[in-house]
């Protein structure tokens, strides 16, 4: 009976207070020649266990909750001892309500990493203060990986977190390290973040919010009414794109990324009138993925 108790609190326990990222991590040091690869596996288990051991909010997760994303590191120089250069690109995605669909919510390609590693050295992140950059960046994708997938959910619901990848920028502007600073890149961490919590970026949070909780979410049950709520939803970001509240708009950038193709998908089988409207809105906000939108109009129902 007492082994059975304990079984229970331990089930409990493990489901109640899972951490809130499900995240595959890879590392591919193909290009580092004559170093010893078991430290490169080291360095992959190591992310790991600080992406999903680390609880990065207050609230409680069950394990089918955990946001699902992956982190994909592709080290291309070694600079130094034990330190190394590289890109990371960052994808996570949200479960569509009564469907087996995942939709993209972030899918970014950093081009400025570069971090120190020295194997079974503790993975130490403070949020107040910049240890190290592997650890900065890792929490900074963790917390915007989290605010996006709020802000999917209820309007605005990811500011705390957007907030603390703030901090993280904040402390590594004295770090000596690309990809946190303003004149270094205009879609680097720096810009995404100052994007997000602009308020002139506004409508593109509330578009989150009524594209993924109003329209996705709706379709499964009343396709035509979800997929009218997406079609009106894309004003909100044809108004920040008028609005030009910078030359680069790194936020809109981000989200094209990701949505590009989901954009295309929904509307194929929309009605004529349909999509004349998002077809012409598609283009002219994101003008780059033309190619992709073409689809819209050209499947005939």
Not at 143 to 166: M, Q, R
Not at 243 to 257: C, E, R
């Amino acid at each position: 009976m007492r082994i059975f108790i304990v079984l229970i609190i331990l089930a409990f326990s493990y489901t109640s207070f899972s951490q809130e990222l499900k995240c595959r991590v890879q590392v591919n040091a193909q290009k580092i020649q004559g170093t010893n690869k078991q430290k490169f596996e080291n360095m992959q288990k190591a992310i790991y266990e600080f992406m999903n051991n680390t609880k990065w909010t207050n609230n409680i997760y069950s394990i089918d909750e955990r946001i699902e994303c992956t982190i994909q590191i592709n080290l291309t120089e070694e600079v130094g001892s034990d330190r190394y250069k590289g890109t990371m690109q960052i994808q996570s995605n949200r479960p569509v309500f009564g469907s087996s669909y995942n939709s993209v919510l972030l899918n970014f390609r950093d081009a400025d990493i570069e971090f120190s590693y020295v194997e079974f050295q503790a993975m130490d992140f403070n949020e107040n203060s910049f240890i190290s950059n592997l650890t900065s960046v890792c929490a900074y994708y963790a917390y915007l990986i989290i605010g996006f997938d709020y802000d999917s959910f209820s309007d605005h619901g990811g500011g705390e977190y957007f907030t603390k990848a703030e901090k993280i920028v904040q402390n590594a502007q004295n770090s000596g390290v690309k990809g946190w600073k303003a004149f270094e890149n205009k879609r680097n961490r720096y810009w995404i973040i100052e994007n997000v919590l602009n308020s002139k970026y506004d409508p593109v949070r509330t578009f989150m919010y009524q594209y993924h909780r109003m329209g996705l979410d709706l379709m499964s049950t009343q396709l035509i009414k979800g997929r009218q709520t997406i079609a009106e939803s894309f004003k909100l970001l044809q108004k920040v794109y008028r609005d030009k509240p910078d030359a680069q708009m790194a936020y809109l950038s981000v989200i094209f990324d990701a949505k590009a193709d989901e954009f295309a998908n929904i509307f194929t089988e929309a009605f004529p009138d349909e999509k004349n409207r998002v077809y012409t809105i598609l283009t002219e906000i994101n003008p780059s993925n033309t190619n992709k939108y073409k689809k819209i109009k050209e499947n005939k129902n």
